[in-house]
């Protein structure tokens, strides 16, 4: 366990000095301004605090719980270790209040339109977000709720047969995501990033976003899992405000960010 963990922290080590390095003009706190228009999964979210410490079970129990936001974020802001050690207590203790009100408003919901399909036939999911600060949130489409190891839903023989449809707070279809990816032929990624996302805890106003995804099943029969990966932060976006980009209290490596996993579906194909 000690290894494992000396080497998450030089991998981190390594990530921090490409995040504080000046001529970086972004970070992966500013996901939007990354160049990364792919598939995803989650365990590229390593700063990011996990909702549920059932969500990496196989780690040692200290280890687990050790990602869980209460652990991960909320105590460090609380007593101003690690990314916080900098930053005064009166400002730590605004940005806790904040952190707790996106949590506690944050849900992400799963539903697919049938619950047996025939092998190769169709079903359409969608995924429901409510929360995240902003100015983005993300969403990806799994087969398990495991931090560490759920794989793009591709992987368990799934085909996303369409571009995913994203639906911003306003209610308006967008395309800013599809619109970036360069093969214009092979937008069916399994991972979103929705767009123009403001939550506002100070007036109890918390974002929404629907993304759905048109499935090909599997060819052979069997019982599959699905889940939807939800990716949001907590700190002020001030990008929002100020329209240059600003690091999050903390800095990029913060562990202010959410890995929040759905409810997951098992669907049946046969
Ligand atoms: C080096 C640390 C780090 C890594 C690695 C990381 N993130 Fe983040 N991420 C952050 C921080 C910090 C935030 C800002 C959270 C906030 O607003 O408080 C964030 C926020 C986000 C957001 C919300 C955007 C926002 O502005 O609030 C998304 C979406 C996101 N990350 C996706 C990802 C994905 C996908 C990956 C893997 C490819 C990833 N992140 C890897 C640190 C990281």
């Known amino acids: 366990m000690h290894k494992v ?4 922290a030089l991998a981190g080590l390594g990530l921090a000095v490409v995040l504080t390095c000046p001529h970086a003009a972004w970070s992966y706190a500013a996901f939007q301004r990354l160049p990364h228009v792919s598939d995803g999964a989650p365990y590229c979210a390593g700063c990011h605090s996990s909702v549920d410490a059932a969500y990496q079970a196989e780690l040692p129990e200290a280890g687990s719980q050790a990602q869980v ?30 952190a707790k009100k996106i949590d506690q408003n944050a849900s992400v919901k799963l539903e697919a339109s049938a619950q047996t399909v025939a092998p190769g036939g169709t079903v ?3 995924v429901t977000t409510k929360s ?112 240059k980009y600003e690091d999050p209290p903390g800095g990029g490596s913060a562990p202010s960010g959410r890995i929040h996993f759905s409810n997951t579906l098992k669907v049946r194909v046969q």
């Open 5 to 8: 963990m000396s080497a998450m």
């Open 124 to 126: 359409t999911v969608t």
């Open 132 to 243: 995240g600060i902003g100015p983005v949130v993300g969403v990806m489409l799994v087969d398990e709720a495991r931090r560490y190891q759920a794989r793009p839903i591709q992987g368990t023989g799934w085909f996303i047969a369409n571009s995913p449809q994203i639906v911003g707070t306003d209610g308006k279809p967008q395309s800013q995501w599809l619109d970036r990816r360069v093969n214009k032929q092979q937008t069916n990624l399994n991972y979103v990033l929705v767009y123009d996302v403001a939550s506002d805890p100070s007036k109890d106003m918390y974002a929404t976003s629907k993304v759905t995804y048109l499935l090909k099943a599997p060819a052979a029969p069997g019982e599959y899992p699905l889940t939807a990966a939800f990716l949001y932060g907590t700190a002020e976006a001030n990008e929002l405000k100020s329209s």
């Open 69 to 98: 936001y209460t652990t991960k974020h909320y105590k460090a802001l609380e007593e101003g270790t690690g990314a916080y050690k900098p930053i005064e207590p009166e400002q730590r203790k605004t940005l806790l209040e904040q």
